[in-house]
């Protein structure tokens, strides 16, 4: 059960949600998952701020899994704001378009999070020239794979997660029908509430957006999970949803219980439905396709609007930046720009997070641009992070019980640290999602996802 002020929060919200709509049971997974403190109050009430064009962009060419885009544009070439400017020739990928009006500076190399630098665009931006508007367009009689096609030239990926092409995703295999769309509003992550706002502020456009999906799909039902520490969301969506609805679809929000990672494919599959997805399997085994809330956003932005997806929203947040925020940005932005739009960091500043504080990864440049699945930039304090060094494994089990997949961290960590880390697989290393449960709950505070990340790398590699 959560704990202190977090525990007052979802108490809070689930009363809230009781005067929103008659509710039962909030929903769950019901193996492992932690209650970390949610850290959201910094930003859960801040409106969508739309944050200056900067004077330049930094595209990294490599913003979702597959292929890397290959430039289309030259040095010196003058390109609109939507432009086509890299694509992918063979491949799984989607094309990348220029966030705004501008000339291309230079094609090289930008500072990347993960793999420490990575092909790239850089677009001096042109302050005269006017954005574009866009213009609703009738969707309901064109034909799916003429929505799906819109999808995939507008370079639609998922936004809440690693950056799978969204096309791809909408195409499951012929062997697994699929009846249900499960879309993804929980954003467990702490901090985080980039979604959250997009659900109070824009939930005609998602709720559009999933009825797209639903069409390429060619099923009718559709099923948003909202954790329950949301009401406002949790209220706009469903008076949304009541409001426009439809015969040829049935879509229903649903309350889920406070709970990380209740926003993981599998566990809100298993929280909504009742469906287990097996092991190494994917949700279309079980009649299932799952989108992130903000995506059914960009999708409803690719087919309705027509608009590619060059911008996105994102939550600055931690006690280390001078005015958390939720922000909508450029593509390419730098984190710098974000810093000094929000007034500079402060002096307790210790630690930089591009993501959540559970599955972001540390970084140690300011000059590292914003991606289409970067969801949140964290500036933590001191008392925000925990620096006490790790010990060895005491065997205490609560990494177990933490799980939500089942694992055995414990003992991945050990045969790492044994020099054995390509045996790992009998532990269920690949079925692992990197949540950082296990970690979290650690005593030993045992840096159990990288010990992961270290035995897939090597197990791969045998």
Excluded at 151 to 156: C, F, I, L
Excluded at 222 to 245: M, R, W, Y
Aim: hydrophobic share 40%; charged share 20%; with cysteine.
């Amino acid at each position: 059960m959560p704990s202190g002020a977090s525990g007052k929060r979802a108490g809070c919200a689930y009363y809230l949600l009781s005067n929103v709509r008659t509710m039962t049971t909030l929903l769950t997974f019901p193996k492992g998952g932690i209650h970390p403190p949610e850290s959201k109050e910094l930003t859960a009430a801040k409106k969508i701020e739309v944050m200056p064009v900067p004077a330049e962009l930094e595209i990294i060419l490599s913003q979702h899994i597959g292929a890397p885009c290959k430039p289309t544009v030259e040095k010196k070439a003058e390109v609109g704001e939507g432009a086509v400017i890299g694509d992918v020739v063979k491949g799984l990928g989607v094309p990348l378009h220029s966030p705004a009006a501008g000339k291309i500076k230079a094609i090289s190399s930008s500072v990347h999070p993960l793999k420490l630098n990575a092909p790239s665009i850089t677009i001096t931006v042109n302050p005269e020239a006017a954005p574009l508007h866009y213009e609703k367009k009738e969707w309901r009689d064109i034909d799916p794979k003429e929505l799906l096609g819109k999808v995939k030239d507008a370079g639609v990926i998922g936004i809440g997660g690693a950056g799978f092409p969204t096309h791809v995703k909408l195409s499951p295999p012929s062997n697994s029908p699929v009846d249900t769309l499960v879309v993804n509003a929980a954003e467990c992550e702490p901090y985080i509430t980039a979604d959250h706002r997009q659900m109070v502020e824009h939930s005609a456009e998602i709720i559009e957006g999933c009825k797209v999906i639903l069409r390429i799909l060619g099923i009718s039902n559709c099923l948003i999970g909202v954790e329950s520490n949301k009401p406002d969301a949790f209220q706009a969506l469903s008076e949304t949803a009541a409001n426009t609805a439809e015969s040829d679809f049935k879509i229903e929000v649903r309350a889920l219980q406070v709970k990380y990672p209740q926003g993981s494919e599998k566990q809100l599959i298993q929280a909504v439905t009742g469906r287990k997805v097996p092991g190494y399997a994917l949700p279309s085994a079980v009649g299932v396709v799952v989108q992130n809330v903000s995506t059914a956003k960009a999708i409803y932005d690719a087919v309705v609007l027509e608009k590619p997806l060059y911008e996105k929203v994102i939550t600055v947040s931690g006690k280390g930046i001078q005015r958390p925020a939720n922000l909508l940005v450029k593509m390419g932005t730098r984190i710098s720009d974000i810093v000094d739009y929000l007034g500079g960091i402060k002096p307790e500043l210790k630690k930089i997070v591009l993501g959540g504080p559970m599955m972001g990864f540390a970084v140690s440049s300011l000059d590292i641009p914003i991606t289409k699945t970067t969801s949140s930039v964290l500036f933590l304090s001191e008392d925000e992070i925990d620096t006490a060094p790790h010990s060895q494994c005491i065997r205490c089990g609560w990494c177990l019980e933490a799980c939500p997949m089942g694992l055995e961290p414990k003992e991945i960590g050990l045969f790492v640290e044994a020099n054995h880390a390509e045996e790992t697989e009998r532990f269920g290393v690949f079925e692992c999602f990197e949540c950082g449960s296990c970690a979290y709950v650690c005593p030993a505070k045992r840096p159990l996802v990288q010990f992961v990340r270290l035995a897939k790398m090597k197990a791969k590699r045998k």
